[in-house]
T-cell receptor, first 113, second 116 residues
Framework: GENVEQHPSTLSVQEGDSAVIKCTYS??????FPWYKQELGKGPQLIID?????GEKKDQRIAVTLNKTAKHFSLHITETQPEDSAVYFC????????????FGKGTHLIIQP | GAVVSQHPSRVICKSGTSVKIECRSL??????MFWYRQFPKQSLMLMAT?????????EQGVEKDKFLINHASLTLSTLTVTSAHPEDSSFYIC????????????FGPGTRLLVL
């Protein structure tokens, strides 16, 4: 099955700086890669996703890049704000339509004021 | 749009009892819903995939007789934890995929289960 590795487990950045979280996956058949933000005691919230036929996608301060050859994808948050503090999870979905997501272990992002 | 609700948000029960958790897609139809389990400070682990009108598909190591899943309509799936034990205490989260989308999953707010 799919295996997703995520780094770092904790990331502390100054407000206004950029944050980068990296993930690798093992199944070359995986074709969909979402990123979720989870605040304490709440369910994950989809913030951005990318499909395997695209190398990069951007939505305001958030961007995701995908390298299919190397099987890794990254989340980039620019101009970080205190409300960006949360746990971020990357995930991958193998081909097949009905499969659930395999999640990374999560990154606790701390924005220092 | 794309709102998923769960009920209850928290539940405390005695060991040996059964607990039912509901997952609803409020503004879209979901042919497929997923159930995940999350322990404190850990990642989400897929438990089962629920397809409307058919039996759920369970991940390896998940007891189907303990975690009963029913997906009776395009907007509702239920997870029943039968004969709950303290080790079943966890955060249970459902997600739903819009029937118009191949991949995108929207998550519910989760249900905190504590078994005494």
């Amino acid at each position: 099955g799919e295996n997703v590795e995520q780094h770092p487990s904790t990331l502390s950045v100054q407000e206004g700086d950029s944050a980068v979280i990296k993930c690798t996956y093992s199944d070359s058949a995986s074709n969909y890669f979402p990123w979720y933000k989870q605040e304490l005691g709440k369910g994950p919230q989809l913030i951005i996703d990318i499909r395997s036929n695209v190398g990069e996608k951007k939505d305001q301060r958030i961007a995701v890049t995908l390298n299919k050859t190397a099987k890794h994808f990254s989340l980039h948050i620019t101009e970080t704000q205190p409300e960006d503090s949360a746990v971020y999870f990357c995930a991958a979905r193998s081909g097949g339509g009905a499969d659930g997501l395999t999640f990374g272990k999560g990154t606790h992002l701390i924005i220092q004021p | 749009g794309a709102v998923v609700s769960q009920h209850p948000s928290r539940v405390i029960c005695k060991s040996g009892t059964s607990v039912k958790i509901e997952c609803r897609s409020l503004d879209f139809q979901a042919t497929t819903m997923f159930w995940y389990r999350q322990f404190p400070k850990q990642s989400l682990m897929l438990m089962a995939t629920s397809n409307e009108g058919s039996k759920a598909t369970y991940e390896q190591g998940v007891e189907k007789d303990k975690f009963l899943i029913n997906h009776a309509s395009l907007t509702l799936s239920t997870l029943t934890v039968t004969s709950a034990h303290p080790e079943d205490s966890s955060f249970y989260i459902c997600s739903a995929r819009d029937r118009r989308s191949v991949e995108t999953q929207y998550f519910g707010p989760g249900t905190r289960l504590l078994v005494l």
